[in-house]
């Protein structure tokens, strides 16, 4: 599967963004979905998952409360909608699709996408 990651962009403290993450092949709806970012002189870090059916998500402890994760299985999306953005959330964000194991880890994820930059002004 290929994933094309878009939405990212420079937002004030305080702002939300919406990223997304098409998915090609016929078999999206059988991933469990990520969302991970990495910020500059950091790893990767886990942000959200859900499974393939919507009905279950995680997140990370720094965004919970503020981010959400949803999937739209016809079209072969899944989404982060990021609220209450402070300096600490930019980073650089990548989706990522893992075959069957709800993954919380960047090794569990077997496709990733190339990323999408959000810069958060304070």
């Known amino acids: 599967v290929q994933l094309q990651a878009s939405g990212g962009g420079l937002v004030q403290g305080g702002g939300s963004l919406r990223l997304s993450c098409a998915a090609s092949g016929r078999t999206f709806s059988t991933y469990v979905m990520g969302w991970f970012r990495q910020a500059p002189g950091k790893e990767r870090e886990f942000v959200a998952a859900i499974t393939w059916s919507g009905s279950t998500t995680e997140y990370a402890d720094s965004v919970k409360g503020r981010f959400t994760i949803s999937r739209d299985n016809a079209k072969n999306t899944v989404y982060l909608q990021m609220n209450s953005l402070t300096s600490d959330d930019t980073a650089v964000y990548y989706c990522?699709?893992?075959?069957?194991?709800?993954?919380?880890?960047?090794?569990?994820?077997?496709?990733w996408g190339q990323g999408t930059e959000v810069t958060v002004s304070s």
């Open positions: 990522a699709a893992d075959r069957g194991r709800f993954g919380l880890t960047v090794g569990e994820y077997d496709y």
